[in-house]
């Protein structure tokens, strides 16, 4: 079947500091791969997504790389702020499943002042 | 461009009652999916909608329901409510059922509260 394992969290980081989320993942067939946010008390907001092998994916700073080797799509910022703070979902799609998604267990990131 | 839009934002039912929560889709868009995120977890796929037809389903039980309308909003029923249905329900519309590369755009959710 079809799994994403995220590292747990909570991820505690001062400002500027620079923030990796691991996730890696198990799939039947080629998948897609994405990163949503969840701010508090809101829904969920694609923040990027890459298609296929080798595709980096990229949106306000935050950056991740499908790797097929290693079956991961680690998610790296530089310099996060506060405003970063949220819970950050990895999740895939396959095409055997049209584009139902298949969530990791998210990583809650609290960045400090 | 109007946004996925779900209501009601919070409900309170007691156990065995039934509930309804109702989704706008995206303008363009003719796909909608229904998640169950409980609180700590990530989303589970429930169900999706296409053209009013039901396109895959997951691990949910039949009591689960739903139903799209022709302007492709959507409805989520759940019958003879358990207190493990306490979660974050949520919607996500999108513009093709079966292209695993298109994204989904998500709702604010609706919290259901099963005492």
């Known amino acids: 079947g079809n799994s994403v394992t995220q590292m747990e969290g909570p991820v505690t980081l001062s400002e500027e500091a620079f923030l990796t989320i691991n996730c890696t993942y198990t799939?039947?067939?080629?998948?897609?791969l994405f990163w949503y946010v969840q701010y508090p008390g809101e829904g969920l907001q694609l923040l990027l997504k890459?298609?296929?092998?080798?595709d980096k994916g990229s949106n306000k700073g935050f950056e991740a790389t499908y790797r097929k080797e290693t079956t991961s799509f680690h998610l790296e910022k530089g310099s996060v702020q506060v405003s970063d703070s949220a819970v950050y979902f990895c999740a895939l799609s396959v095409k055997a499943a049209g584009n139902k998604l298949t969530f990791g267990g998210g990583t809650r990131v609290l960045v400090k002042p | 461009e109007t946004g996925v839009t779900q209501s009601p934002t919070h409900l309170i039912k007691t156990r065995g009652q039934q509930v309804t929560l109702r989704c706008s889709s995206q303008s363009g868009h003719n796909t909608v999916s229904w998640y169950q995120q409980a609180l700590g977890q990530g989303p589970q796929f429930i169900f999706q909608?296409?053209?009013?037809?039901?396109?895959g389903r997951g691990n949910f039980p039949p009591r689960f329901s739903g139903l799209q309308f022709p302007n492709y909003s959507s409805e989520l029923n759940v019958n003879a409510l358990e207190l493990d249905d306490s979660a974050l329900y949520l919607c996500?519309?999108?513009?093709?059922?079966?292209?695993?590369?298109?994204?989904?755009?998500f709702g604010p959710g609706t919290r259901l509260t099963v005492l």
């Open positions: 799939a039947t067939g080629y998948p897609s």
């Open positions: 996500a519309s999108s513009s093709d059922r079966g292209r695993p590369t298109d994204t989904q755009y």
């Open positions: 890459a298609t296929k092998a080798d």
């Open positions: 909608y296409y053209r009013e037809e039901e396109n």
